[in-house]
């Protein structure tokens, strides 16, 4: 099975900062892009390893969460980590600096999904461009982590074996081409 989803690099701000991935992560509007643009056909992953023994459930909340509350949650969690609103524009209390992050694409198939999350994302105040590499370009910068945030994602086995050190792995988050992407 192969497990896609955004991929934010942690080697770098404000990625390294779980409680931003985490706002970022809950405003994903899965259930809108699952109608919308591919016809209520996709399954919702909540598991590296889905159906197998290995699948450790993630926690979920009960029901359905409006995107609106997902978004004021969103908010707290940013705001705690000094990603303030000023202006309509989501910036760092400290530096000033703006939320501007590039997803990178390889496919332009794949445009559709990162474009909503990209409009989610600017209710929050936040800038996410959309970048379509050709495979060869998209490939050189995954390889050496040259991103922000990636679609992209893993395959996965019913029996997980080594590959798991190169997707996961402290060693493998500085080892260059090593698929351990988030960092």
């Not at 926690?59 to 940013?78: F, K």
């Amino acid at each position: 099975e192969m497990v896609r989803t955004f991929i934010p690099n942690t080697r770098r701000v404000p990625f390294n900062d779980i409680a931003v991935r985490r706002a970022l992560s809950n405003v994903f509007d899965f259930d809108w892009v699952n109608k919308n643009l591919y016809a209520s056909m996709l399954n919702r992953t909540t598991s590296v390893f889905p159906n197998t023994d290995l699948s450790r459930t993630a926690p979920t909340l009960e029901g359905p969460v409006p995107l609106r509350t997902r978004l004021q949650q969103a908010d707290t969690l940013l705001k705690s980590s000094g990603w303030v609103i000023k202006n309509s524009i989501r910036v760092n209390a400290k530096t000033g600096i703006p939320f501007r992050f590039e997803i990178l694409l390889s496919s332009a198939g794949d445009e559709k999904i990162a474009l909503s999350f990209a409009r989610t994302l600017k209710k929050l105040g936040i800038t996410a461009r959309t970048r379509t590499l050709d495979t060869a370009a998209f490939r050189d910068r995954i390889n050496t982590y040259d991103f922000d945030m990636i679609f992209y994602g893993w395959s996965s086995t019913l029996s997980p074996g080594g590959e798991q050190a190169l997707y996961w792995g402290c060693k493998a988050a500085s080892e260059p081409g090593r698929f351990n992407y988030a960092g």
